[in-house]
């Protein structure tokens, strides 16, 4: 089992800046690739950004050149660094981790893997 743990949600104003982290613990040596979903009021949950464990990245149209994703595999962890915020950001953020062997792609595709709580981002205009 692996457990994930979010930090950094919050209040924003358009244009701002916010920094998710996330803190895997328990089985982690079996984590491959990691990602950024999220979901708004009245919306489907999508991947925003993932990250494999070799550090390749890849985003969601709408985050790109914006949104940054990194893992600190020592350590653990996930961060999202998230600029140039909209208000069309607003959603809940959850941390995800895959087994290995699962893709990005597949990550687009479909849900699945170990879940954070998730935390509540809110940009206003």
């Known amino acids: 089992q692996v457990q994930l743990v979010e930090s950094g949600g919050g209040l924003v104003q358009a244009g701002g800046s916010l920094k998710l982290s996330c803190a895997a613990s328990?089985?982690?040596?079996?984590?491959?690739?990691m990602g950024w979903y999220r979901q708004a009021p009245g919306k489907q949950r999508e991947l925003v950004a993932a990250?494999?464990?070799?550090?390749?990245?890849d985003y969601t149209d709408s985050v790109m050149h914006r949104f940054t994703i990194s893992r600190h595999n020592a350590r653990n962890t996930l961060d999202l660094q998230m600029d140039s915020l909209k208000p069309e950001d607003t959603a809940v953020y959850y941390c995800?981790?895959?087994?290995?062997?699962?893709?990005?792609?597949?990550?687009?595709?479909?849900?699945?893997?170990?879940w954070g709580q998730g935390t509540q981002v809110t940009v206003s205009s």
């Open positions: 995800n981790a895959r087994a290995r062997g699962i893709t990005i792609a597949t990550m687009f595709r479909r849900e699945g893997g170990y």
């Open positions: 328990g089985s982690v040596s079996s984590i491959g690739a």
């Open positions: 990250v494999t464990t070799g550090g390749t990245t």
